[in-house]
T-cell receptor, first 113, second 112 residues
Framework: LAKTTQPISMDSYEGQEVNITCSHN???????ITWYQQFPSQGPRFIIQ???TKVTNEVASLFIPADRKSSTLSLPRVSLSDTAVYYC??????????????FGTGTLLAVQP | DTEVTQTPKHLVMGMTNKKSLKCEQH?????MYWYKQKAKKPPELMFV???????INESVPSRFSPECPNSSLLNLHLHALQPEDSALYLC???????????FGQGTRLTVV
């Protein structure tokens, strides 16, 4: 399984765009990149998933360069409620019957007023 | 219904007790997971069930015993736990063709 490396923590202010980068140098051809958000004492919540190039949904964008050895989660105009831990996962998609869904160390994003 | 329900929310048990954690989903997912999460650490995978059969056991001690009675239910039976087993236990489910896994809110377990 591909190992992921993320910054341990990041600080931002309300209204700013936040970019969190994840390195996954030994990503396999069939691996997808998935990001989850977790608040204290709650279960992780799916944010976005991609395979290559750019994916956008109503809450975030995911940028994946051509070599797929890294990815960047972009959160537009963060608010205080975006303060959470963000996890980057790499594997065979997600939710599949044999998918291990291994979490990396995560990035604690702290949003200040 | 995109919910994974875990009960109880909190559990305190002695080292000689036997207790069970329960997880339920009605999304038709055929893969279900148990994770253990210690404070300020990422969730650690414990077990994966696929079509009600245990498919992955991440070398979890036998004092943790999973069970999948049917496609909607997942149990984790606990016996002779140690204080270091105190953690947040998370259940998740995902369908083979879905594009995300759904997590429950977890059971906060304290072993005294």
């Amino acid at each position: 399984l591909a190992k992921t490396t993320q910054p341990i923590s990041m600080d931002s202010y309300e209204g700013q765009e936040v970019n969190i980068t994840c390195s996954h140098n030994n990503i396999a051809t069939n691996d997808y990149i998935t990001w989850y958000q977790q608040f204290p004492s709650q279960g992780p919540r799916f944010i976005i998933q991609g395979y290559k190039t750019k994916v956008t949904n109503e809450v975030a964008s995911l940028f994946i360069p051509a070599d797929r050895k890294s990815s960047t989660l972009s959160l537009p105009r963060v608010s205080l409620s975006d303060t959470a831990v963000y996890y980057c996962l790499v594997g065979l998609g997600y939710g599949g019957a044999t998918n291990k869904l291994i979490f990396g160390t995560g990035t604690l994003l702290a949003v200040q007023p | 219904d995109t919910e994974v329900t875990q009960t109880p929310k909190h559990l305190v048990m002695g080292m000689t007790n036997k207790k069970s954690l329960k997880c339920e989903q009605h999304m038709g997912h055929r893969a279900m997971y148990w994770y253990k999460q210690k404070a300020k650490k990422p969730p650690e995978l414990m077990f994966v069930y696929s079509y009600e059969k245990l498919s992955i056991n991440e070398s979890v001690p036998s004092r943790f015993s999973p069970e999948c009675p049917n496609s909607s239910l997942l149990n984790l039976h606990l016996h002779a736990l140690q204080p270091e087993d105190s953690a947040l236990y998370l259940c998740a489910s995902g369908g083979a063709k879905n594009t995300e896994a759904f997590f429950g809110q977890g059971t906060r377990l304290t072993v005294v």
